[in-house]
């Protein structure tokens, strides 16, 4: 049991007769002392599901505040802008009918003056207006994303302290460079699927790469193997297995499976299979193709012993391993960090926990309360119980249409007469009870301090066009002309208006990002500081939008390990090549340009390797400057500057077609100079 500075240890372990083969059977008693198929403090789950469910309920109503806030910022920007275009149409009209004089007039000059100003002023207020949108927008997403975040937490916090009931789980070992990654991953029966990263202290004979020699000294079996020199044929000889290794160990309560191979490398090597109710054992020679020895073949009699023996020890080594963290979890097939609403699994959560508390509930001895208890052996056993108000407090801060949720566990107060219990054993002592211990559950959502964000990259503000003059017509701006030879007002022109007031429609997504900046380091923590939410509006792909979510939020959260092994399958799967090339390149972007490795790890180099073949296909069409920009930054963390040069030299030529005097001419020229100086 745990004992630390969040959980306290539960129940105490209280010594009274009770049976030893019982002891045997289970490990928890219901509170009758009948046998029960738990396996696990059922009591001790309950508690803290029931404080994880009461905290992602407070974090879903968080949610619709974000959304409900998202739209009444939208509103209220649509309504103050309807407010500038009738102000600016009152002026421009004042302007327009006020006595001028002639043409040549200071009356007449003034008002041109003016028309100026208005015009320029109008666009300079919508621009700003969307900046400000963006901006609000922008900080809800973030509180939104550190809502959902938490609510990840708090579920990480619940299963790598508990097993939940009736769920599968499946634990994995892979050898990779000399360690093993070991993975737990489990199914439940309500929709909730989910993969934790195992470890295990040093003393683990799997904290390192595991020769058999290390647990089984000249273990030897009989194999087929090819031999003669010249007429080949397969026999059966005996074969050491004390210099192969532990490649792969599958274990899923049912079956068990490793893979052993030669120390020397290739895929020479034995794979076995032990279904654990029969403990009967397959094995499989594997060999280089064309192989005849390679196959399923027959143990020996003699041999089953000792490989059971081995299987065993390598079980319990893997059985050995903790959890340390949860790495993803999905509800339903969606990730559950993306989840629309908690609600659904809240509800599938309670109503896998009710039919098992309904169980405890009816065995418990006492009304109002719900008790088990554990035989330990050598007649010792402890019992522990809580209240069921206890319980109902937990959920009392939620809104009544919430509370209904937990109604299935039937926890309100009872009044019905319990049976009474069968008579003790003579031999049986009155136990001592204890209560469960209470919990400290999570503070709820956006209470919890957070770090503050880097205000987001924007593109600068272009300056709005001068215009001598603006038409009006009913109080609504026209379009930008100058006037007359003679004077007079110019002729309306409604397509024109249109082209000034479409201005003042707010879109669903900011400005477009700026000219791709020079790469600059990323922060220690992963945080990134021009990489937004909002920003992924423009990709109208529900799909390929969704996975780009899930990698921001990982990215925003310092979840690097996690974001661009995501990126690596976007882009190595067969979807992501029938995109709109637009919505590839913001993809792309949002790894290469917005997103900035701290370190060239693995799973980056992964990533970026997939993405330079996009980027190839992207500049051999139809290429853009920005195209080879990326591929010019792509092989820069590649550490490959002969390439990158070349992408960059590329891009600097069509910019130059372009525009000679962008900015991004400068950032290329910049690039190619910083390669030559360090080569």
């Known amino acids: 049991m745990r004992n630390d500075e969040t959980w306290v240890e539960l129940g105490v372990r209280i010594e009274v007769p009770c049976d030893p083969e019982a002891a045997l059977v289970t490990n928890f008693l219901y509170g009758d002392s009948t046998a029960s198929p738990l396996t696990s403090n059922f009591l001790e789950f309950l508690r803290d599901a029931v404080d994880f469910t009461v905290f992602v309920l407070q974090a879903d109503e968080r949610i619709k505040q974000c959304h409900e806030r998202v739209k009444a910022r939208k509103a209220e920007a649509n309504q103050e802008l309807a407010r500038l275009e009738r102000f600016v149409g009152t002026v421009a009209k004042a302007i327009e009918t006020a006595e001028k004089g002639a043409a040549t007039s200071p009356a007449s000059r003034c008002a041109g003056r003016l ?23 922008e900080r809800i997403d973030a509180d939104e994303a550190a809502t959902r975040q938490e609510s990840f937490d708090a579920l990480a916090s619940m299963i790598t302290r508990h097993d ?32 934790c990263e195992l470890g295990a202290d040093d003393a683990n004979v799997f904290a390192s790469a595991l020769r058999i020699d290390r647990i089984a000294p000249q273990l030897e079996i009989r194999a087929p193997q090819v031999s003669g020199w010249i007429t080949k044929e397969v026999k059966v000889r005996p074969q050491k297995l004390e210099r192969f290794l532990v490649r792969k160990l599958s274990n899923d309560g049912t079956t068990l499976s490793f893979e052993l191979r030669a120390e020397s490398g290739g895929e020479n090597g034995f794979d076995f299979e032990i279904e654990l109710s029969t403990m009967r054992l397959t094995a499989v020679r594997v060999g280089p193709q064309g192989d005849a020895a390679n196959g399923p073949f027959e143990i020996h009699g003699d041999d089953l012993a000792a490989l059971l023996d081995l299987s065993d020890k390598l079980a319990r080594a893997a059985a050995a391993f903790e959890k340390r963290r949860l790495l993803n979890a999905t509800f339903a097939g969606t990730d559950f960090q993306a989840l629309p609403t908690f609600i659904p699994f809240v509800e599938r959560l309670v109503g896998m926990m009710a039919p098992v508390l309904h169980v405890i509930s009816e065995r418990s001895l006492t009304q109002n309360e719900l008790v088990l208890r554990r035989a330990l052996g050598n007649d010792r056993r402890e019992e522990i119980f809580v209240a069921k108000g206890t319980l109902r407090e937990k959920y009392d801060v939620l809104a009544p249409a919430l509370r209904t949720i937990f109604k299935p566990l039937r926890l309100e107060p009872e009044t019905r007469a319990k049976t009474p ?30 770090p503050v964000p880097i205000p987001p990259l924007r593109a600068p503000r272009a300056s709005a066009p001068s215009f001598s003059s603006i038409e009006v017509k009913d109080g609504q701006p026209l379009a930008e002309s100058k006037p007359n030879a003679n004077g007079t007002p110019p002729a309306t022109n409604a397509k024109a208006r249109e082209s000034v007031t479409s201005e003042a429609k707010i879109a669903a997504s900011p400005a ?5 900046p020079a790469p600059k380091p990323a922060p220690a923590n992963g945080a990134s500081g021009g990489l ?17 979510k899930k990698i921001t939020m990982l990215y925003k959260n310092g979840r690097l390990d996690d974001a661009y092994p995501e990126f690596s399958r976007l882009f190595t799967g067969p979807k992501f090549a029938t995109f709109a090339v637009d919505e590839r390149r913001h993809a792309l972007e949002l790894m290469l340009v917005r997103m900035k490795p701290a370190r060239s790890t693995p799973e980056v180099l992964e990533a970026y390797r997939a993405a330079v073949t996009h980027l190839k296909g992207l500049s051999s069409g139809r290429p853009e400057a920005r195209d080879h920009e990326m591929l010019g930054l792509a092989f820069s963390v590649l550490e490959d500057p002969k390439s990158a040069r070349s992408a960059f030299e590329k891009a600097l030529e069509l910019e130059r077609a372009r525009d000679a005097k962008s900015e991004r001419c400068e950032v290329l020229a910049k690039r190619i100079e910083e390669i030559a100086e360090a080569r």
């Not at 489990?186 to 989910?194: D, H, K, P, R, V």
């Not at 002592?429 to 709820?444: C, D, G, H, Q, V």
């Open 164 to 195: 939940l009931h009736g769920a599968s789980a499946v634990t994995r070992l892979v050898l990779d460079g000399g360690r093993y990654v070991a993975s737990l991953s489990c199914q439940a029966s309500f929709g909730l699927e989910w993969v």
């Open 421 to 450: 219990p069968p008579p003790a054993p003579t031999n049986e002592a009155t136990p001592m009870r204890a209560e469960l211990p209470a919990s400290k559950p999570p503070p709820p959502p956006g209470t919890q301090p957070r």
């Open 532 to 548: 937004s939410l909002s920003s992924l509006a423009a990709v109208k792909n529900e799909a390929l939008a969704a996975a780009l």
């Open 512 to 516: 477009p990002p700026p000219a791709v």
């Open 115 to 137: 028309n100026e100003l208005v015009v320029s002023t109008h666009k300079a207020s919508i621009e700003a207006a969307k900046v400000d949108l963006a901006a609000d927008l």
